[in-house]
């Protein structure tokens, strides 16, 4: 049984909603379910997901794979435009059912809390139907629990005014503001400048929501101290970073949204995390679920890739997908094994918590609960 103070060999869990009793199984206070080899965690949490969406971009993973990049398939009509057109030709029901799919197939994974963003509508009736498809899936106890977040700027809609559309998103905040606990916009070339972003970060801070921002994938435009200056509680990719953004995040207790899989994809090189490391950055570790630069609905592959790729150790991986992230999405009593805290935890077909991060690809979740139910 992994805790935060170490684990317990031969331990056990006692819990209802929340959990009762953590220790060794010789002290438990009731009858045991003998778990025989096996590893016991808190339920992983994935920070950082565009899991509702629909469509498949598989040829344009094609087009990639034969030579273009990102912004060629953007400049060609692909990319998160031709997902937007999937979702406006999709209902909310649609949509549901999409995320709903999805999480189901995240819970097998070990996953109990996921953080999911909206984004794909980029027209604002659009936007306001992904969050309601996700505030269904939301109110589900069935599922992993879903943290929605309002990402704002996501895609320039083709033919849009930029000045128009920067300033219907940033009012669109507080219609939004009662379907999401944050707000998110994507800083980069090519992207949203942090004066646009600001705006809606501004927006976000107003109507009570936190705020994490998209910063650095393909450069560094000024978006970690962005970050910084709103206090947003992550800043995601990191890809690029400077000394100064690093020391920004630090002084701004901003965690670190790592996310190996999308810079697998694009081929990039791996963020600065021995410095992210070094500066004290929480470093949290996320799937991006999404249908272009991160299709995959594992977070486990993410924990694997953050380890071969980025140079975490396995025990900072599990505490990036578990305790870390919780503490980036607010939820301060998921994502660690503690009395008094929810019962989401995850009994694994593993000889150790070190083994999460290899059998790369394959489910070795056996029970996953969430609040003590089975999901
Ligand atoms: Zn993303």
Redesign the pocket.
């Known amino acids: 049984v992994v805790t935060p103070g170490g684990a317990i060999e031969d331990g056990a869990v006692v819990f209802d909603d929340r959990i009762l009793y953590l220790g060794p199984a010789a002290g438990a206070p009731s009858r045991l379910e003998d778990c025989g080899e096996a590893v016991i965690t808190a339920g992983l949490v994935d920070a950082?997901t565009?899991a509702c969406w629909v469509g498949s971009r598989h040829a344009e993973y094609a087009v990639r794979m034969a030579g273009g990049d990102y912004r060629d398939i953007a400049a060609a009509g692909g990319g998160i435009v031709s997902t937007a057109r999937a979702i406006a030709q999709a209902s909310e029901d649609d949509l549901e059912q999409a995320l709903v799919a999805r999480l189901q197939r995240m819970a097998r994974m070990g996953v109990t809390t996921v953080e999911v963003k909206s984004g794909y509508g980029l027209e604002p009736a659009q936007e306001m139907k992904q969050l309601r498809a996700i505030a269904r899936a939301a109110a589900r106890s069935d599922l992993p629990h879903v943290v929605p977040t309002f990402l704002a700027l996501h895609a320039l809609p083709k033919g849009a005014d930029r000045a128009a559309f920067v300033k219907r998103a940033t009012e669109l905040v507080t219609e939004a503001a009662p379907l999401a606990r944050f707000v998110d916009a994507y800083v980069d070339e090519n992207a949203f400048t942090v004066e646009e972003a600001r705006g809606v970060g501004r927006a976000a801070l107003a109507a009570g929501l936190g705020v994490r921002l998209?910063v650095g994938q393909f450069a560094d435009v000024g978006g970690a101290e962005l970050c910084a200056e709103l206090g947003a509680r992550s800043a995601?990719h990191l890809e690029h970073a400077s000394d100064a953004a690093i020391a920004a995040l630090a002084r701004a207790g901003t965690a670190a949204v790592l996310l190996p899989v999308a810079s697998f994809t694009l081929g990039q090189a791996p963020p600065p995390v021995q410095k992210l490391r070094d500066a004290g950055v929480p470093l949290v570790v996320a799937s991006?679920a999404?249908p272009g630069t991160a299709p995959t609905e594992s977070l486990p592959l993410a924990m694997a890739m953050a380890v071969r790729l980025y140079g975490l150790s396995p025990a900072e991986a599990l505490d990036g997908a578990t305790h870390l992230a919780a503490r980036s999405l607010d939820c301060v009593d998921r994502g660690h094994l503690e009395v008094g805290a929810r019962a989401d935890l995850v009994v694994w077909d593993l000889p150790h918590e070190q083994a999460l991060v290899q059998p790369w690809g394959t489910p070795r979740a056996r029970h996953v609960f969430r609040d003590g139910v089975a999901i």
């Open positions: 950082h565009h998209h995601d991006d999404n």
